[in-house]
């Protein structure tokens, strides 16, 4: 029989399920006390299943919610830059940030990256991050 652990896919999980469904269909050459421990192990397995299953999809929302976090974390400019004319986070060396669409290589005043809005130019620019979804309202009632 398969070992189950926390660490099992949802595909595992469904794995043993079936493997102890063909144990159940063979119970019929065991006599009825061994009917009984088998059938009191396969209740637990499908318990410790259960609770894989449940495991492994809370572990699938939880790699999502690492996604979505990774996502807004600052990237560092000599890493990547983001796609022009996306509006972004910007920061520089000293820690002021500033919201702004351009992040570019400044060749002429060789100053390092620099972005800029409509109001301001931020020079020396090291990292930046994707800004996030705007507020959604939830629907009242719904």
């Known amino acids: 029989m398969t070992e189950t652990t926390p660490e099992m896919s949802i595909h595992d999980v469904v794995e043993n399920l079936k493997t102890m469904e063909l144990v159940k269909q063979s119970l019929e050459r065991f006599s009825a006390k061994e009917r009984e421990t088998l059938n009191a192990a396969i209740y637990d397995l499908e318990c410790l299943n259960a609770i894989n299953l449940d495991l492994a999809s809370e572990n699938d929302e939880l790699l999502d919610q690492i996604s979505k976090i990774k996502e807004t974390t600052w990237i560092p400019v000599t890493k990547r830059l983001p796609k022009a004319g996306t509006e ?10 500033l919201l702004a669409v351009c992040i570019y290589k400044d060749g002429a005043c ?19 991050m994707p800004l996030p979804e705007p507020y959604k309202a939830e629907s009242e009632g719904g």
Do not use: H, K
């Not at 060789?110 to 930046?128: F, Q």
């Open 88 to 97: 972004v986070l910007c920061c520089n060396a000293c820690g002021a940030y």
């Open 110 to 128: 060789n100053r390092g990256y620099i972005a800029e809005n409509s109001e301001c130019v931020m020079y020396d620019v090291v990292a930046w």
